[in-house]
């Protein structure tokens, strides 16, 4: 019966279940009638119309078998059945659960990353309607997206194509007013934030156009998230004060729990609005700085309004926008070029996000390899229910030859594979839930500037991509397998007894070409593998130009220490004296910035002589240090000296360069005792003379390690910065100097704050992508690798089992055991090498593939290929001797006495 | 349970309901078993717990409808009649039947 009928007939069963009655009881009565008229009793009647209609109830069950309750109930016997099998090979169903739940729960941990990084829309309302105003012409995220305050007033104040327009910068506050930092991230916000993504209040309210007004005292709002981590979650928060960097704020309200803001994977913990930067930061806020891009704009459309006609709105006003806004330092070429660029609108549904650029094609490597991993446990799964088949092929040739409905069958084997993927499902699940946290832990850092905020909430997409995924592999695995074990013909089976002396291969091929599968998709895991933890390896033995380990560093902040910034440089001074007599350091030095900081200082170097090519070619790194700083860093010294106590304020500006920028600006010849001079909006500084010349050091990019960078001598600093940085070397755990550290540095002056990180730890958050990749992949190549080494041994060891009588023939007629080893290992090897070169193809894709993410190795290096090839062949052949041996030690009389 | 007459074989019930349906028009399930004992001069008998769920069945399958109406004796009864679907499965049942029969008396004259 058709299924909608059965469906139907559930709503109908209490009519259908009356109308029955009425039926019978109609029948029974004019049986009764006609007994009667031949002169039966009444009671007599009754009786035998009963007994000749058959037992009541159980006709009307069966008039009701069109019920769906049957169908249900038979589903239900199936499921019970399966249970019960499943229950009697224990090892079967566990190894099977396992498989399919790692495999299911991989899938489900990166695509939860995946769609909370990449593919979810934001979670605010009518996430379609917002767009963002971006200067880059190719639609990249990058430089271009950023505006300067002015321009955005500008902007703002001219724009008709928005709704409602917002502008955000992201910064840290420091929670405490002196001693260790405690940093919060931070953003500033335009009046009409919260409007903008239509965010309601969870408390108390948010701001409005009038909190963003110039000379504004400031109000902050709270994440909600942050609200419940520092304060609890209680309402009095709201109205209290909060002291961000020494200055406080009233707690005017907190944002609502879904809004995590329009930075993917970043999220503020306070607001303030933009004006409010005045007060954080004093003279040295950026509100009227035309050339100090920093912040990032974002709106609602106005109805009716597509972005293409909001660019072209945009567009419109930019000139005026950009005339009213031109940085006056800059030359009048640069001027000339800045009033004629323009705005372009950009569809802004899933928001801005560093994490997505960052992550996202990483992420989808990811998935693919997951996927992969899948595949083979697919396959493996696959075999195990082949082989099981096979052990109950007499129990189904039975059943088909006493009438079994063969699609009967074919439901009930499924139904087992359905339950076996529903159990992977649900340890699947578990498993997500603990790999998304272990996943956020790797591409977290501990710092506030790189923690990583998601929502990872299991949801409505999570479960429906984990079921999906849960019936594609029960398709896989289970159709194919179901399907072979009931195309029997039942009279061959039965005849057959499983006896044969040699036995057919047709069945087993498919095993094999299984198994082919999986060693050729492990080779391109492990191949991916191989590229990528040898470029984690390549950039982690990569000579910084340093030597990280045994270096603390200390960030030392004046600016809540209320000194004058005639006075910071000899306090700065008293700091580092004070470090230098400390137990168990042996060198002590501070710059200005430190090696992939967040901070970086380029200026433009006029050389006599040297005529640059482009602009960019003038334009080299800088910093400023004080002496010591390369032998504290083991930066070498390769010709002249390090900066010393005569270089004074007022002296002769002194500077040291690097290789490369020797070699750039001079070739081969020695640049010692050369001058150059700095462009200085529009003129230059006085002549600085070259003292010497160190090896190339990392600055900011970990992959580049010979950027040109001069390095300039603290003690004749211009313009000394409130915030300096000190290098410790010890020969212990540079931890180990921390208390000792904030101590003496506080006996100095008691209103610094202080910031502490071991330079390796520096290092290692730079390699965050690089780690995360190297360590996946290396799991997925294990994984995957295991997988298909398990099925190849499955696979070898049944046929075998299979094969004994055959084996103990050929043992009995003499061949030596050393033949039949080679035998079946001639199989795996057949398996095997087949799979390789299958899998070399697909690892020529995928290396292609990663290659962005590559450091130090080319994507077609045969090493890598060849390593792989190597491991997975050994690996194999280890896992086909177990079986060749038990081959081999066949005992022929028990094999043929076991016909 | 005696079996005097023959219990009808398997499948050919359908058979003998369509056609009393088609000859006699629409009848109630009492009266089908009736017709099938008398018309066959008793020597079918239809098994009265196997007519109702076939009975359902060929609804189902939109061979037959049903209305509720009145006897005679003014009882309650449901009436099945054949539908155009009906007759086509009838045709087709006869079909095969006829095959069936000419065949087994082929192989029971010739044979």
Redesign the interface.
């Known amino acids: 019966?058709a299924w909608h009928?059965r469906i139907l007939n559930i709503f109908r069963s209490n009519r259908i279940s009356r109308?029955?009655e009425?039926?019978?009881e109609?029948?029974i009565?004019?049986?009764m009638?006609h007994l009667r008229a031949g002169g039966i009793s009444e009671e007599e009647a009754r009786r035998l119309a009963r007994?000749?209609?058959?037992?009541e109830t159980?006709?009307r069950e069966?008039?009701r078998?069109?019920d769906i309750a049957e169908w249900v109930e038979s589903v239900a016997g199936d499921i019970r059945y399966a249970l019960r099998s499943l229950r009697h090979s224990p090892v079967f169903a566990i190894v099977t659960i396992a498989s399919l739940g790692l495999g299911i729960g991989a899938n489900t941990t990166i695509f939860t990353l995946l769609d909370a990084v990449v593919l979810r829309p934001l979670a605010v309302d009518r996430p379609d309607e917002l767009a963002y105003i971006t200067m880059s012409t190719t639609g990249k995220s990058g430089a271009g997206d950023y505006f300067t305050n002015p321009l955005w007033e500008q902007v703002r104040d001219r724009q008709d194509a928005f709704r409602s327009l917002a502008a955000f910068g992201e910064t840290s506050f420091n929670l405490t007013d002196a001693g260790e930092a405690r940093h919060v991230v931070g953003w500033y916000v335009s009046g009409d934030f919260f409007t903008t993504f239509a965010v309601a209040p969870e408390a108390g309210r948010l701001f409005t156009r009038s909190d963003d007004v110039r000379g504004c005292g400031g109000s902050a709002v709270l994440s909600h998230r942050f609200w419940k981590r520092e304060y609890g979650g209680r309402p009095e928060a709201v109205g209290s004060v909060i002291r961000l960097t020494g200055h406080p704020f009233e707690i005017a309200g907190v944002a609502e729990e879904s809004f995590r803001g329009p930075d993917v994977g970043r999220e503020a913990d306070v607001y303030l609005p933009i004006c409010a930067q005045a007060v954080v930061q004093g003279p040295a806020n950026t509100l009227d700085n035309r050339s100090s891009w920093w912040m990032r704009v974002i709106g609602r459309l106005t109805p009716g309004v597509d972005t293409r006609q909001a660019s072209a709105r945009i567009a419109a006003i930019a000139r005026a926008s950009y005339e009213s806004a031109v940085p006056q330092h800059w030359r009048a070429e640069e001027q000339r070029e800045f009033v004629t660029r323009t705005f372009y609108v950009r569809p802004a549904l899933k928001g801005f996000s560093d994490v997505r650029d960052q992550y996202g094609s990483a992420l989808l490597a990811l998935m693919a390899g997951v996927a992969l991993i899948l595949l083979i446990a697919c396959a493996n799964v696959a075999n195990l229910l082949l082989s099981r088949a096979q052990t109950r092929h007499r129990e189904l040739a039975i059943r088909l030859a006493i009438g079994a409905d063969r699609r009967r069958l074919l439901r009930q084997l499924l139904t087992e594979s359905m339950v076996l993927a529903a159990a992977g499902a649900i340890v699947g699940l578990v498993v997500a839930q603990f790999g998304t946290r272990a996943l956020v832990a790797l591409i977290t850092t501990p710092d506030v500037s790189g923690t990583v905020s998601l929502d990872l909430a299991l949801n409505g997409r999570l479960l429906g991509f984990t079921i999906l995924v849960a019936t594609i592999t029960v398709t896989l695995c289970g159709l194919v397998p179901a399907w072979r074990a009931t195309r029997v013909n039942a009279q061959m089976a039965m005849k057959a007894q499983g006896r044969g002396v040699v036995e057919g291969h047709t069945r087993f091929r498919l095993g094999k070409a299984l198994v082919v599968a999986q060693v050729a998709l492990s080779l391109v895991l492990v191949v991916s593998a191989g590229f990528l933890v040898g470029t984690f390896r390549n950039l982690t033995r990569l000579d910084p130009g340093f030597d990280a380990s045994g270096v603390l560093l200390a960030t030392v902040d004046l600016r809540r220490a209320n000194v004058a910034a005639d006075g910071r440089a000899s306090l700065h001074q008293q700091f580092l004296d004070r470090v230098r007599s400390l137990p168990g350091v042996t060198h002590a030095s501070s710059s200005d910035l430190i090696p992939m900081g967040r901070g970086s200082w380029n200026d433009e170097i006029i050389i006599d002589g040297f005529t640059p090519k482009t602009r960019e070619e003038g334009v080299t790194w800088f910093n400023e240090v004080s002496p010591g700083y390369f032998s504290t860093m083991r930066t070498r010294i390769l010709a002249g000296r390090d900066f010393g106590t005569g270089d004074v304020a007022g002296g002769e500006r002194v500077a040291i360069v690097n290789e490369a920028w020797s070699r750039r600006f001079f070739g081969e010849r020695s640049p010692l005792g050369r001058q150059f001079r700095l462009r200085d909006r529009r003129t230059l500084t006085p002549p600085y003379t070259i003292i010497g010349v160190v090896q190339n050091a990392v600055y900011q990019n970990l992959r580049a390690t010979d950027e040109p960078t001069a390095y300039v001598a603290q003690s004749q600093s211009v313009s000394p910065v409130a915030t300096r940085i000190i290098e410790l070397r010890t020969n212990g755990d540079p931890r180990s100097l921390i208390p000792g550290l904030r101590t003496a540095l506080a006996s100095v002056h008691s209103a610094v704050t202080l910031d502490f990180k071991p330079l390796e730890q520096q290092l290692a958050d730079a390699l965050q992508r690089e780690r995360m990749l190297a360590v996946l992949s290396g799991l997925f190549g294990s994984v995957a690798l295991a997988l298909a080494i398990l099925g190849l041994y499955g696979v070898t060891s049944y046929s075998v089992a299979r094969r004994r009588n055959e084996l103990g023939v050929r043992i009995a007629l003499g061949a030596v055991r050393a033949r039949v080893m080679r035998l079946v290992l001639g199989e795996v090897g057949f398996v095997v090498m087949l799979g390789i070169v299958i899998g070399t193809v697909g690892a020529q894709f995928a290396s292609k593939q990663v290659a962005p993410f590559l450091y130090g190795t080319e994507p077609a290096d045969p090493k890598v290929y060849l390593s792989a090839v190597m491991l997975l062949a050994t690996v194999a052949f280890i896992a086909g001797l177990i079986p060749a041996w038990k081959a081999s030690r066949v005992d022929p009389i028990e094999a043929l006495r076991e016909q | 349970?005696a079996r005097g007459k023959n219990d009808i074989l398997q499948g050919t019930l359908a058979l003998l309901v369509l056609r009393t349906l088609a000859v006699a028009g629409p009848m109630?399930?009492?009266a089908i078993t009736s017709h099938i004992q008398l018309v066959s001069a008793e020597l079918l008998r239809v098994?009265?717990?196997s007519l109702?769920?076939a009975l359902?069945?060929m609804e189902?399958d939109g061979w037959l409808k049903s209305n509720w109406g009145t006897t005679e004796?003014k009882?309650?009864?449901?009436f099945y009649s054949i539908t155009p679907k009906g007759r086509r499965q009838l045709a087709d049942e006869e079909a095969s039947w006829n095959r069936l029969t000419e065949g087994v008396n082929r192989v029971l004259r010739y044979a």
């Open positions: 019966m009928h109308d029955i009425r039926e019978v109609f029948h009565a004019e049986r009638d007994q000749q209609f058959g037992n159980a006709q069966r008039v078998s069109m | 349970m109630h399930g009492y098994e009265e717990g109702y769920p359902h069945r189902q004796k009882r309650e009864a449901r």
